[in-house]
């Protein structure tokens, strides 16, 4: 009698250990699919709304417009690179 009670406490233990895990499996796997769903939606976001890329008037880098320092005429990566062009350019004005 004592090993059937001991068979049967055996069983019911691997039968709650099963469901747990079976219930592990599955919460990890929604949450992996709804990642991806979130990767996938924002990956269509950036490819929606691209940015204009501007070139850098010193150096010749392009970068995006949004980044980008703008004297009215034209378009930097930096402000050292808009001060540097202005002043070379000064001089060339003068001579």
């Given at each position: 009698?004592?090993?059937?009670?001991?068979?049967?406490?055996?069983?019911?233990?691997?039968?709650?250990?099963?469901?747990?895990?079976?219930?592990?499996?599955?919460?990890?796997?929604?949450?992996?699919?709804?990642?991806?769903?979130?990767?996938?939606?924002?990956?269509?976001?950036?490819?929606?709304?691209?940015?204009?890329?501007?070139?850098?008037?010193?150096?010749?880098?392009?970068?995006?417009?949004?980044?980008?320092?703008?004297?009215?005429?034209?378009?930097?990566?930096?402000e050292g690179h808009m001060q540097k062009y202005h002043s070379e350019h000064q001089?060339?004005?003068?001579?």
């Amino acid at each position: 009698m004592r090993a059937i009670v001991f068979l049967l406490f055996v069983v019911l233990i691997f039968l709650i250990a099963r469901f747990v895990l079976n219930r592990v499996i599955e919460i990890r796997e929604k949450q992996r699919q709804q990642d991806l769903q979130n990767q996938k939606a924002q990956q269509a976001k950036t490819n929606d709304n691209p940015e204009e890329m501007v070139r850098c008037a010193e150096c010749g880098v392009h970068l995006p417009q949004a980044e980008a320092y703008f004297d009215g005429k034209h378009t930097f990566c930096s402000e050292g690179h808009m001060q540097k062009y202005h002043s070379e350019h000064q001089n060339d004005n003068q001579e």
